[in-house]
Each structure stands twice: as structure tokens, then as C-alpha cells.
């Protein structure tokens, strides 16, 4: 049985000036997998990200979402259909408490604009998850008094409030000291045990190679390989574009 | 968790219960003049600090709201009286803060899609299309030659302006304080920070940014209105003045920005202090020098405005008392919005 596909590019592309970052890019990410999209420094990894999120416009190319075409991707749209990611640095709001960098995230309509007391369940949402993350003492501090690394886990517990079914992560542990690489291992694992689905972009390749599955690998701007870890780690074609020819 | 304190329900209170009170006790002319003023630069701080300092999105064209509602102020009155008893120009203000706010959704809604330097610029541009517009719809504004209003005859003429804008000026405080502990304030100062990821959290940020630049405008332009009123004669280049732009932001900036009530405290300096530097040096142009020495204090002292700068005192005080140690001091961390202040 074929498993279904959450996200799905097909032919993407995006020049910048004369240099093409990405290059009829597509590939497909598998509902309930944790893929890695993988590729030496410059290949178009971040730039998918932000053609996929809509941060960037994407020149030519679709993105198909849970099951739709999506016209032409837009962060806040995509993220209240289930799609979030991370920022390679992370980025959080330096001058909110931890609990308010979570609240912020809650979706929510035109009347609720102007509702005192962010809600009790929300509140009660954002502390469960800033205590899953060890942060629950910290919930009425500045963000921007945290190290970087409870930033990057502060940054990674706020996309979670709204339930996404799918978190593009974006290195996740550039930076980050070897324990609390664990750590963010580990929340990985446990938030996809409990079905969401995961694109991680990441340097650390033991990560990824326990971690992930399947891992896409991008050189130029373009897949170049796709497959089980072991098998992308064997593949001559990858290992000539991390080595150089 | 930004809930009603009873310290900062005290502190309104007490202002505003003293600033009800301050025409009976002091009803002299002059007095009362310069506590219009006061009032006035006050509430378009409050109300300019909504936009500029909560969002970020520093605005140089409040101040054409300001001269559209004078001119809807004026104008109205050529058509239809001011009432025997003269109060009927302070009843419209409502209705004309409404038509300025729902005209003012469209231009937010264009000059929003700029951010920073070029939002102050495009906001700028407001400023002089209004002014030159005030000069040029002969029919409409009598151009240059300015319009009247009719004058009413209060007892003491000063003390209804004063109350009218008194009123304007706490409803701003009102909705400031408001928006400091709703959603929308969160998303505003988060949009202060990084817009583009705020976005990729869900939140509609245009929506937000719009709704708070109309509401904001839409107070100024009935300070405006009052202003007219009181004034009783409005010219286009006095209607629409740069000098009432720079006037409603460097209280926010004297004061705090994005604090709430740093802009009330900083038009509370400034405005006597000019008045009265102006009155003791006028003569010799000498008030400007000092006016500048003032600033130039401000910005070596209080760099962060005055609010900021004693919390961060306040803070590091506390810090060393608790800690016991002295050579730490607090380290500039903004303070966050769930702060009182």
C-alpha cells in the first residue's frame, strides 16, 4: 500500500538575478514520515523552504499540500491549513513572554481581536507545551533573555499550538550544544509518534541518518537523490557532490 | 494575562479625576489655554503611539487626519449652526472620528504594504497631498484664505474645549490600555518585531495593522476637530503643520515608546516647557537653543525614553538589592508587554 503524500513540489524554480537557486526542483514528503531534505551548503534547501511557506515567489512550479493545489503559498494561509516551519536562526519575539511567543500562534478571527485575557485553554495549551519542552518556568520571561538554544526549542514549541500536520524544520540544531541536539531529537521523535509529519533540513548527518526516513538529497538546486538513509549514503551520485569531483 | 491592576485603576484615577477637576480650580484664561494644549498633544500621542510605538510603524502623516478633521469641523458648521448653547460642534466628534476612520482603511490599506523608512515616507507624502489639497479645493476649503467657525459663548470660554478634550484624550488612554492587553495588541508588538514570521504564525497582519492605523487616525482627527473649534479660524499650512506632526511623536519618544503612559508624561514636559521657554526667551530666539539643550539632555540621560529608563533603573536596583551583589547592573532587556506601565 502506497502511503499518502502531505506535501508534494513539482518542477519548482526560482532564479535570482542570473543564478538559478533552484531548478525544476519536485519531490514528495510521505504522511507520517520524518523526511530530510539534505545537500552541500548553497544547494537550494532554505529557498525551497521559502518558495513552499511563501516567503518567496516562486517563479515557476506547484506545491500541492494535503491533498490541494496551493494557488500561490502564503505563511499565514498555509499555517492555518497545518503547515508551519522553523527559521535557521531562530526567530522569536524578543520583547513577549514565552507564553504570549506561544498565544501569538493561536488561530483566530476578526472578534477575537479584541478580547482581553488571551483565553484560559490557550494559556492552559502554551504552558503544557513550554512544560514538554522544559520552559515552563521560564513561561513569563522575555524571549529575548533566553540562550540560543531555548530559543531554537522556544522557537519549535510555537509552531506546535495550532496542531500543524506537517513542520518544515530548518536546521534545527545549527548552533546548538550536543545535549540539547538530544533533546530536540527527542522531541522530534515523541511530536511524530503522536502523527505529525516532519522536512527537516539538517547538516548533522549521524542526525539524520538515525533519524530520518526517507532523506531527499538537493545539489544544485535540483533533487539528486531519494531514498532510505543507508541507501543515499551509498549512492555515488551523493557522495561526489559532498566530496566535489 | 494582562488583567485589570488595582494599582494602575488607582493611577487613571487619580489623573484623570485631577485633570476633571483642574478648570474649576484653576479657571484663568492663560491657564487653561496652555492645558488645552497640554491635553491635546497628549491624546494625538496616545493616539499616534498606538500605531507608531505598539506596531513599529513609525507614521509622519497622522497629522493630514488631524487637518481632515479640523476641515470637516469647519466646514460642517458654514452648512448647519452650532446649537444656541454651542455644544452641538462637540456632539459631531464622534461621527467625524467614524468617517475618518472608514475613509482611512483604503490609505492604510495601501501605505501598509510598505514597512519602515518607506512607510514614513509614503505616510509623509499624506501630509503634504492634504495640505496642498487644503490650498487648492477653493470651493470646498476657500483655499488660502482659511475658514471660520462661529464662536460660541461660554462663560469661561476655555473650560467646554478643555473638557471636550479631556474626554478625547482618556478615551484614547482607554483604548491604548485596551489594546495593550487584547490580541490585537500581542499581534502589534509582535509585528514589532518581526513581521514576516508573525505572518508565518497565522496571524492576519494586515487586518491588524489596518484596523489599528484607522482607529488611531480617527482619534486624531477629532482632536482636530476640538482644535477648529477652539481656534475658531483654520488655515491650510496651520491645519495641516509639520510642526503638530513633530509635536504628537517626540512626546512618545520623551516619554516611552509603546508604554502607555510614557507619551501622557512626555506631552506634560514638553508642551509647558516650550510655552514656557518660548514666553522667557521669545523675544530673543535664545528658547530654541534652550528647547535643544533639553533634548540634547534627554538623549544622553534617558536615551530610551523616560518610562524605560526608570524601569530599567528600578530594575537593576532591585536586582542588586536582592542579589546582594553590586557590580552587575541590569542590562538594557525591554520590558515586556505585560508590564503595568
Request: glycine share 12%; proline share 5%; hydrophobic share 50%.
Amino acid at each position: 500500500m502506497k502511503t499518502a503524500t502531505l506535501l508534494e513540489v513539482r518542477g519548482l524554480t526560482k532564479h535570482f538575478g542570473g543564478i538559478t537557486a533552484v531548478d525544476r526542483c519536485s519531490f514528495a514528503v510521505p504522511a507520517g514520515t520524518i523526511s530530510a531534505l539534505i545537500g552541500p551548503n548553497g544547494s537550494g534547501k532554505t529557498t525551497v523552504f521559502n518558495l513552499t511557506t511563501g516567503y518567496l515567489r516562486r517563479d515557476a512550479g506547484d506545491v500541492v499540500f494535503d491533498g490541494r493545489t496551493v494557488g500561490r503559498p502564503d505563511p499565514m494561509r498555509l499555517y492555518r491549513r497545518g503547515l508551519t516551519r522553523t527559521f535557521q536562526q531562530a526567530r522569536i519575539f524578543r520583547n513577549l513572554t514565552l507564553v504570549e511567543n506561544l498565544c501569538l500562534g493561536v488561530p483566530r478571527g476578526w472578534p477575537a481581536f479584541l478580547r482581553r485575557d488571551i483565553g484560559g485553554n490557550e494559556r492552559a495549551r502554551a504552558m503544557e507545551i513550554l512544560a514538554e519542552f522544559g520552559l515552563a518556568e521560564l513561561a513569563g520571561a522575555t524571549a529575548g533573555e533566553l540562550s540560543y538554544g531555548q530559543q531554537k526549542l522556544l522557537e519549535f514549541a510555537s509552531v506546535l499550538i495550532s496542531r500543524p500536520k506537517l513542520v518544515l524544520l530548518d536546521e534545527p540544531t545549527a548552533g546548538v550544544n550536543p545535549v540539547m541536539v538530544e533533546r530536540l531529537e527527542g522531541h522530534i521523535r515523541s511530536l511524530h509518534a503522536r502523527g505529525i509529519t516532519f522536512l527537516v533540513v539538517e547538516h548533522d548527518m549521524n542526525l539524520v541518518m538515525r533519524l530520518c526516513d526517507p532523506v531527499i538529497v538537493m545539489d544544485h538546486g535540483t533533487k539528486l537523490a531519494e531514498g532510505p538513509p543507508a541507501e543515499v549514503q551509498r549512492d555515488p551520485a551523493v557522495l561526489d557532490a559532498y566530496l566535489g569531483d | 494575562m494582562r488583567r485589570l491592576s488595582p494599582a494602575g485603576v488607582a493611577r487613571a484615577l487619580i489623573v484623570f479625576g485631577l485633570l476633571l477637576l483642574f478648570p474649576f480650580v484653576f479657571p484663568q484664561h492663560w491657564i487653561l489655554n496652555m492645558a488645552f494644549f497640554v491635553l491635546m498633544y497628549a491624546g494625538l500621542a496616545v493616539s499616534w503611539n498606538l500605531l507608531g510605538g505598539y506596531s513599529g510603524y513609525v507614521s509622519l502623516g497622522h497629522v493630514a487626519f488631524f487637518g481632515i478633521g479640523a476641515y470637516a469641523e469647519a466646514i460642517l458648521f458654514q452648512h448647519i449652526g452650532i446649537g444656541s448653547d454651542g455644544y452641538v460642534p462637540f456632539l459631531v466628534l464622534p461621527l467625524i472620528g467614524i468617517g475618518v476612520g472608514v475613509a482611512a482603511v483604503p490609505i492604510a490599506w495601501v501605505a501598509m504594504r510598505t514597512r519602515a523608512m518607506t512607510f514614513a515616507i509614503v505616510t509623509l507624502t499624506l501630509l503634504f497631498v492634504t495640505q496642498t489639497l487644503a490650498f487648492n479645493l477653493h470651493g470646498i476649503t476657500n483655499g488660502s484664505q482659511g475658514l471660520s467657525m462661529p464662536s460660541p459663548t461660554f462663560s469661561l470660554y476655555e473650560r467646554p474645549f478643555y473638557l471636550c478634550v479631556l474626554g478625547i484624550f482618556a478615551f484614547a488612554t482607554l483604548v491604548a490600555w485596551h489594546v495593550r492587553g487584547d490580541a490585537l495588541g500581542l499581534m502589534l508588538f509582535a509585528i514589532r518585531d518581526d513581521e514576516d514570521k508573525v505572518r508565518g504564525l497565522g496571524v492576519p497582519t494586515t487586518e491588524a495593522k489596518v484596523l489599528t492605523f484607522a482607529v488611531s487616525v480617527a482619534m486624531v482627527a477629532m482632536i482636530g476637530g476640538v482644535w477648529a473649534y477652539y481656534i475658531g479660524f483654520i488655515y491650510p499650512q496651520y491645519a495641516v503643520d509639520p510642526l503638530v506632526m513633530i509635536g504628537m511623536i517626540l512626546p512618545v519618544f520623551l516619554g516611552g515608546v509603546g508604554t502607555l503612559w510614557g507619551p501622557v508624561l512626555g506631552a506634560f514636559i514638553l508642551v509647558p516647557a516650550q510655552q514656557w521657554l518660548a514666553y522667557e526667551y521669545g523675544a530673543s530666539e535664545l528658547y530654541l537653543i534652550a528647547y535643544a539643550t533639553v533634548f540634547l539632555g534627554i538623549i544622553l540621560l534617558l536615551p530610551r525614553g523616560i518610562i524605560p529608563s526608570l524601569q530599567d533603573l528600578a530594575r537593576g536596583r532591585r536586582r542588586r538589592a536582592g542579589t546582594g551583589r553590586t557590580g552587575s547592573s541590569s542590562t538594557p532587556t525591554a520590558e515586556p508587554v505585560g508590564s503595568s506601565s
